[in-house]
């Protein structure tokens, strides 16, 4: 019988932890580091594949994602080695999509021809902005002109290319976003990755926010229009909502993402990655030991994981409907049903249908436009018992 997360399919995350700046807004595992001993790093990752692939062996390999920090700072030899080990250790799909984000700023054409021959075949780029005053004010230490070039080169590089834009920035109003919408749509790019400026703890912006000093923020209505202009833009210009923040030209979409999204199984290796792993049978929450140098001496040991816990059913059905509710296909309701061991219906589920925020069509539970820009009072009114 067939195992869930086969529903998904199965994945590999890669995390490089270190960046030449640390962006203000930013909340991920990445820190800035003097020097790097990029073979004492390479010999860590390859080891962890190994402990990880003697776990999942015959599975086959679907996409492999690079992700940081900026993973466009590693030795191309680092990222070849691990995709040659990758393809002794699994069985691959014959079309194998692999991964690498990068920053206009860490590039040249020179490295990213390297990078595509060690195995790299799409690049995910953190553009940000296309003006330079809001790259400055978002820590960013490339250029417009620099994205541009770093841009096209990629496009030249490899077969698919993707960029992500934050919007809702400060002073940005409704039509300087739509005019800068207009000009990444014309860059003939296949995906994109559209995501609105969120203030975390923790981050130099968060700390600006406590003390009053990060100002023109925009309000919830205008925050609302941008998210609504960013829909209707982008898929009358053949660049569907596949999922709530991305669009992607039909084909295009990102399978590793889709992987998380569509609640299959991936393993994760480098500092903080998070798994979500299968085992004779259950399923596991997996995190790694968060600091660099912590994972670092960890993972020469052979115990680079923090956490292995396993997830019970209803937990497993809880987080099936967290991520594919995002998603424009929805969720299997027989697979929640198989999960969670109840259908989901009820009260709750008739009122969200009344309002016309969610359908139910073919078994699939599907969160409509209007509802997308709510999904978060959704997801709460489908998972309060």
Same mark, same amino acid.
């Given at each position: 019988?067939?195992?869930?997360?086969?529903?998904?399919?199965?994945?590999?995350?890669?995390?490089? @932890?270190?960046?030449?700046?640390?962006? @203000?807004?930013?909340?991920?595992?990445?820190? +800035?580091?003097?020097?790097?001993?990029?073979?004492?790093?390479?010999?860590?990752?390859?080891?962890?594949?190994?402990?990880?692939?003697?776990?999942?062996?015959?599975?086959?390999?679907?996409?492999?994602?690079?992700?940081?920090?900026?993973?466009?700072?590693?030795?191309?030899?680092? +990222?070849?080695?691990?995709?040659?080990?990758?393809?002794?250790?699994?069985?691959?799909?014959?079309?194998?999509?692999?991964?690498?984000?990068?920053?206009?700023?860490?590039?040249?054409?020179?490295?990213?021809?390297?990078?595509?021959?060690?195995?790299?075949?799409?690049?995910?780029?953190?553009?940000?902005?296309?003006?330079?005053?809001?790259?400055?004010?978002?820590?960013?230490?490339?250029?417009?002109?620099?994205?541009?070039?770093?841009?096209?080169?990629?496009?030249?590089?490899?077969?698919?290319?993707?960029?992500?834009?934050?919007?809702?920035?400060?002073?940005?109003?409704?039509?300087?976003?739509?005019?800068?919408?207009?000009?990444?749509?014309?860059?003939?790019?296949?995906?994109?990755?559209?995501?609105?400026?969120?203030?975390?703890?923790?981050?130099?912006?968060?700390?600006?926010?406590?003390?009053?000093?990060?100002?023109?923020?925009?309000?919830?209505?205008?925050?609302?229009?941008?998210?609504?202009?960013?829909?209707?833009?982008?898929?009358?210009?053949?660049?569907? @909502?596949?999922?709530?923040?991305?669009?992607?030209?039909?084909?295009?979409?990102?399978?590793?993402?889709?992987?998380?999204?569509?609640?299959?199984?991936?393993?994760?290796?480098? @500092?903080?990655?998070?798994?979500?792993?299968?085992?004779?049978?259950?399923?596991?929450?997996?995190?790694?030991?968060?600091?660099?140098?912590?994972?670092?001496?960890?993972?020469?040991?052979?115990?680079?994981?923090?956490? %292995?816990?396993?997830?019970?059913?209803?937990?497993?059905?809880?987080?099936?409907?967290?991520?594919?509710?995002?998603?424009?296909?929805?969720?299997?309701? %027989?697979?929640?049903?198989?999960?969670?061991?109840?259908?989901?219906?009820?009260?709750?589920?008739?009122?969200?249908?009344?309002?016309?925020?969610?359908?139910?069509?073919?078994?699939?539970? +599907?969160?409509?436009?209007?509802? %997308?820009?709510?999904?978060?009072?959704?997801?709460?009114?489908?998972?309060?018992?």
């Amino acid at each position: 019988m067939a195992e869930d997360w086969q529903n998904g399919g199965f994945g590999l995350y890669i995390h490089w @932890p270190f960046c030449q700046a640390k962006c @203000p807004y930013c909340d991920f595992n990445s820190h +800035v580091a003097r020097e790097i001993d990029h073979a004492r790093w390479l010999s860590a990752y390859l080891s962890e594949l190994d402990r990880v692939a003697a776990e999942t062996q015959g599975r086959v390999l679907n996409t492999v994602f690079f992700g940081g920090g900026t993973p466009s700072l590693m030795k191309p030899e680092t +990222v070849a080695e691990i995709m040659a080990r990758c393809r002794r250790l699994w069985p691959t799909s014959n079309d194998m999509e692999i991964t690498l984000e990068a920053n206009p700023g860490s590039v040249d054409a020179g490295k990213f021809m390297a990078f595509g021959q060690g195995g790299i075949n799409r690049v995910s780029m953190g553009i940000q902005a296309l003006n330079d005053r809001d790259l400055q004010r978002l820590g960013r230490t490339h250029t417009v002109q620099e994205a541009r070039t770093a841009f096209d080169i990629a496009r030249h590089t490899f077969d698919r290319v993707s960029f992500d834009l934050i919007y809702a920035r400060q002073d940005q109003s409704l039509d300087a976003w739509t005019s800068e919408l207009n000009e990444a749509l014309s860059m003939a790019v296949d995906h994109l990755s559209l995501y609105q400026l969120t203030v975390e703890n923790g981050t130099a912006f968060g700390d600006r926010y406590a003390r009053g000093k990060l100002r023109g923020l925009p309000g919830e209505d205008l925050a609302a229009d941008m998210y609504e202009r960013t829909q209707n833009f982008c898929s009358s210009r053949g660049k569907l @909502p596949y999922e709530i923040s991305n669009f992607a030209t039909p084909g295009s979409e990102s399978r590793h993402n889709l992987i998380y999204w569509r609640y299959g199984d991936y393993a994760g290796i480098g @500092p903080g990655a998070h798994a979500r792993l299968t085992l004779a049978g259950q399923r596991y929450a997996i995190e790694n030991w968060r600091a660099p140098a912590k994972w670092l001496n960890q993972a020469e040991r052979g115990n680079a994981e923090s956490l %292995r816990e396993p997830i019970d059913f209803n937990s497993q059905a809880t987080e099936l409907l967290l991520m594919g509710l995002r998603l424009g296909e929805g969720v299997d309701l %027989r697979r929640y049903q198989s999960l969670s061991g109840h259908k989901l219906a009820g009260p709750r589920v008739d009122k969200l249908l009344e309002h016309g925020l969610i359908c139910i069509e073919n078994q699939r539970l +599907v969160v409509n436009p209007a509802g %997308r820009i709510l999904l978060n009072s959704v997801l709460t009114e489908l998972l309060v018992e």
